[in-house]
């Protein structure tokens, strides 16, 4: 019949023809880790198409790994190892964009698996290396497209949000005090005398972030305020940013942010002020441009801003009620005669911004007695452990890769005893020991990649010798031992009633 015309075509079976169809996305956002389903889709109908058998078993991908970092892509790593053993055919991409957004790592990668005589195929580029050759040029040219790719598409993406923000368009988040109306920002009425009110507390009346932040709170218990959008209660670093905000000044700036990449980790970082495209009057103003200057000038900034005590416990130490960093206060009482006494003291970061509304006030422990307590404390612990640390992470990985080589094994010694069964015992006929044969075959291999995985994945260690060297800082008590006490001390948990939880970063 004309629609079964497929039906006499040989298919090459998964044994005969072994493969592996690599996928990747590079964030874990829901639009794109729907990809992968299409990317394997894709690349099973040019399997079937092409007179392949179909194996669920060749699929290996990596999640959430950009694609310009190939020493993290561990499944890339899998198949590079697979390929070098010899193990492989052929491995399938949907396009050179899922293989790598670098070009070296890209040519790499190629040479690779034509090296040790694996079939390389991308199938949107239409590149197959059995048809292609090793010298071709079609492959160096879409790999070159692809490393474009991000920076090309990085420009078009701006140039329309600026286009946007030319014709009055607003783009980002929608800041409190505003709503919209047909993408352009609009004062919503409900809450822009909050705005109105924080500023006239700022100027009129000279109250600080934190007196602000209370009042709000105050206030929006009495129902004389709006509430904040994001959280219940109001925030002192809310308060900040409204009042460093030139939205409400009915100024929008634009490229004020980047975002880099450091470690294959994206961080936004803020462009120098040559780069900054302003647009005045863009939006309804709530507060006039000279309010705004004036609250952001040197001279009021200044008479506002507070030196932080040092602390060398910074990042350390953490809230046992609400998880916020303790902070350094200092304060002071002057005497009679016009001496001055100054101290420092721990308190919860998050009643510091907010007071009752934020957290709960610990009782008062005083920084020197504090940083007294943890030097003995960690130096008698110091003297009952032995210097032969490592990290959990490392031991429970050797336990699991340990645990998979004796299931290895194990598996590997039935499928020796299975040959007794068949030819000696007889206890079992050809076709099961051929069907129980491929099963510990397929198992044997399976355990093989996953010890492989784990053995490429990035380990973290201790460096035994930065501990024994914060061991002896810690005895120069009039140095600054943040370093020392960062090495040591993964985090310390305060109470209110002043106890404390110690957490290492290292064993007994």
Known sequence: MLLNYNEDKTIISYSEYPYLVYGRVSTEKDEQVSSIENQIDICRDWIEKNGYEWNEQSIVLDNGISGTILLDRVAMQLVLEKSRKREIKMVIFKSIHRL?????????????????????????????????????????????????????????ISGALAAKVRRGEHIGPIPFGYSTEEKKLIIYEEEAPTIRQIFRWYLHDGFGFKTITRLLNEEMIKGNVSKPRKKDKWQVTTVQRIIQNPTYA??????????????????????????????????????????????????????????????????LLKCSECGSNMVIVQSFRK????????????????????????????????????????????????????????????????KEISSLDKQKNTIEQMNKDLIDLYLKDKLITKQE?????????SEIKSLTDRIFLLSQEEEVKIDIESIQEAFKQLKKHDEDLHHAFSTLIDNIVVYPDGKLDFNYKFEL
Not at 250 to 263: A, E, H, L, P
């Open 100 to 156: 790598a957004r670098d070009m070296k790592d890209a040519l790499e990668i190629k040479e690779i698996l034509l090296a040790h005589g694996v079939r390389l195929v991308t199938i949107e580029e239409g590149y197959d290396s059995l048809y292609e050759g090793k010298n071709d040029m079609k492959f160096e040219m879409f790999s070159m497209f692809a490393a474009q790719y991000p920076k090309t598409l990085s420009v078009s």
């Open 433 to 441: 020991f051929q069907q129980k044969r491929n099963e510990y075959e």
């Open 250 to 315: 009915g100024i929008f700036v634009y490229n004020r942010y980047t975002k880099i990449k450091i470690n294959g980790r994206k961080k936004q970082i803020q462009n120098p002020r040559e780069k900054w495209i302003i647009y005045e009057d863009h939006h309804p103003a709530i507060i006039s441009k000279q309010e705004w200057e004036t609250a952001n000038s040197k001279e009021v900034t200044n008479k506002k801003t507070k030196i932080t005590a040092w602390n060398e416990f910074r990042g």
């Open 335 to 398: 005497k009679q005669d016009g001496t001055r006494t100054e101290w420092k003291y721990l308190k919860c970061s998050a009643y510091r911004r907010g007071g009752k509304y934020g957290c709960v006030n610990h009782t008062p422990i005083r920084y020197e007695d504090f940083r007294e307590f943890v030097l003995k404390k960690i130096q008698l612990k110091g003297r009952k452990i032995k210097l032969n640390f490592e990290n959990n992470i490392q031991q429970q990985k050797q």
